[in-house]
């Protein structure tokens, strides 16, 4: 677990973010990090004035999370699809990010997700997620994903192909495809 969470932590945020730069808040925001693990993200936000909410499932990761206390960051152990912990803060957020997430879910839990999303999300917000990309494995799943986020109310604002950070991820042909969405407000998503 340690050298895990040592892997995760030595990826440089604003050079994973780089590809969605400009969907990240300028100005002190309220931020939801889903797939928080150790909150290496969580704190970049933080150290920028950043309000954040790091969700992580996983209890090992976000006790490593622990070494490196955050200010401005609350910790909740929730999941998509449904983040009813998340949901019960009654709160709502300028950016949510995602990464290296979306993956992890099945497919008949998109929409449930993104109506969970978009609920959380401010009118004026953004949701950020990334996509692995391995070979051709991601088409059908980006396909399905861009159809969800339409049924639950989302617009594609923003979509770039971009390498993996990691070495040993780019040598295996690994990239990413990072989305931007956000909320048509007008839509009240339902599941």
Same mark, same amino acid.
């Given at each position: 677990?340690?050298?895990?969470a040592?892997r995760? @932590?030595? $990826? #440089? *945020? &604003?050079?994973?973010?780089a590809?969605?730069? /400009?969907?990240?808040? @300028?100005?002190?925001?309220? $931020?939801? #990090?889903?797939?928080?693990?150790?909150?290496? @993200?969580?704190?970049?936000?933080?150290?920028?004035g950043?309000?954040? !909410?790091?969700? %992580?499932? #996983?209890?090992?990761?976000?006790a490593?999370?622990?070494?490196?206390?955050?200010?401005?960051i609350?910790?909740?152990?929730d999941?998509?699809p449904?983040?009813?912990?998340?949901?019960?803060l009654k %709160? +709502?957020? #300028?950016?949510?990010?995602?990464?290296?997430?979306?993956? $992890?879910?099945s497919? /008949?839990?998109?929409?449930? =997700?993104?109506?969970t999303?978009?609920?959380l999300l401010r009118?004026?917000g953004a949701?950020?997620? /990334?996509?692995?990309?391995?070979?051709?494995e *991601? @088409?059908?799943?980006l396909?399905? *994903?861009?159809?969800a =986020?339409?049924?639950?109310?989302? +617009?594609? !604002?923003?979509?770039?192909? &971009?390498a993996s950070v990691?070495? =040993?991820?780019?040598? &295996?042909?690994v *990239?990413?495809?990072?989305?931007?969405?956000?909320p048509?407000?007008?839509a009240?998503? +339902?599941?």
């Amino acid at each position: 677990m340690r050298d895990r969470a040592a892997r995760f @932590d030595a $990826i #440089d *945020t &604003a050079r994973l973010l780089a590809p969605v730069a /400009s969907l990240l808040p @300028d100005k002190p925001s309220r $931020i939801l #990090d889903i797939g928080a693990g150790t909150g290496r @993200d969580a704190r970049w936000f933080a150290r920028q004035g950043h309000l954040v !909410c790091a969700v %992580e499932p #996983d209890h090992n990761l976000r006790a490593a999370a622990r070494v490196f206390p955050g200010k401005g960051i609350g910790w909740v152990a929730d999941a998509l699809p449904a983040l009813s912990k998340v949901t019960a803060l009654k %709160e +709502t957020y #300028d950016l949510i990010l995602m990464c290296a997430v979306w993956h $992890i879910l099945s497919q /008949s839990d998109y929409e449930k =997700a993104f109506c969970t999303l978009h609920n959380l999300l401010r009118a004026k917000g953004a949701l950020v997620l /990334s996509l692995r990309q391995s070979g051709n494995e *991601t @088409d059908g799943m980006l396909d399905a *994903t861009l159809r969800a =986020a339409n049924r639950a109310g989302f +617009t594609l !604002c923003h979509q770039v192909a &971009a390498a993996s950070v990691q070495p =040993a991820n780019r040598s &295996a042909g690994v *990239t990413w495809v990072w989305l931007g969405l956000t909320p048509n407000k007008q839509a009240t998503p +339902t599941y």
